[in-house]
């Protein structure tokens, strides 16, 4: 059956470090794959999307990286900030259906 | 521009009533679907529509229905409310429709429902 696992519920990570998410996914064939950023109380935020021809994408201090071989993405924040702190999701299309499915997300806290 | 609006923000049921969820967009968007979100088991498709008058079921289509007459309102009703449908709702919108391409979701704020 096809399932996305981000890696570790909660982690926690002193400011200015760099924090590594990591989105795992088996019998997906995905041609992209999408990372969001959800706060408590508020429903998700677009971040970023990669493509499976793309190694690697960035936005300010957000880096994502996909490999198709590993079925895997992983996504840095650099020079990390409390402002940071955030539940990051990733999500991705099943199959040639357009519709998003998401992993269950990991907590990510940024102590100052 | 207010983006994707859900209500109500908040909602208590009993057992076997039924009620809706109201979403609406202002951007146009043809795609919009619904979520519910469930600590430890992440966002599941409850429904989606690729533009007006086309539905079709997600992950956890049961208890729920449907409907898209226009292109800005997405109604989700809950036919004989249940205490497993406690959870938080989410609508989600984007512009690629029926046509190809990557489909990036704008959210709304999000409904919390319970059900006793």
């Known amino acids: 059956s096809q399932k996305i696992e981000q890696n570790s519920e909660a982690l926690n990570i002193q400011e200015g470090k760099t924090a590594t998410l990591t989105c795992n996914y088996t019998?997906?064939?995905?041609?992209?794959l999408q990372w969001y950023r959800q706060d408590p109380g508020r429903g998700p935020v677009f971040l970023l999307l990669i493509r499976e021809n793309e190694k690697e994408k960035r936005k300010e201090r957000l880096k994502v990286t996909f490999d198709t071989t590993l079925k895997q993405s992983l996504f840095h924040v650099t020079a990390s900030q409390p402002a940071d702190s955030a539940t990051y999701l990733c999500?991705?299309?099943?199959?040639?259906?357009?519709?998003?499915?998401f992993g269950s997300g990991t907590q990510l806290t940024v102590l100052p | 521009n207010a983006g994707v609006t859900q209500t109500p923000k908040f909602q208590v049921l009993k057992t076997g009533q039924s009620m809706t969820l109201q979403c609406a967009q202002d951007?146009?968007?043809?795609?919009m679907s619904w979520y519910r979100q469930d600590p430890g088991m992440g966002l599941r498709l409850i429904h989606y529509s690729v533009g007006a008058g086309i539905t079709d079921q997600g992950e956890v289509p049961n208890g729920y229905n449907v409907s898209r007459s226009t292109t800005e309102d997405f109604p989700l009703r809950l036919l004989s409310a249940a205490p497993s449908q406690t959870s938080v709702y989410f609508c989600?919108?984007?512009?690629?429709?029926?046509?190809?391409?990557?489909?990036?979701?704008?959210f709304g704020a999000g409904s919390r429902l319970t059900v006793l």
């Open positions: 999500a991705l299309p099943p199959g040639s259906a357009r519709q998003l499915t």
């Open positions: 951007m146009n968007h043809e795609y």
């Open positions: 019998n997906y064939s995905p041609a992209y």
């Open positions: 989600a919108s984007s512009s690629t429709g029926r046509s190809s391409g990557a489909n990036v979701l704008t």
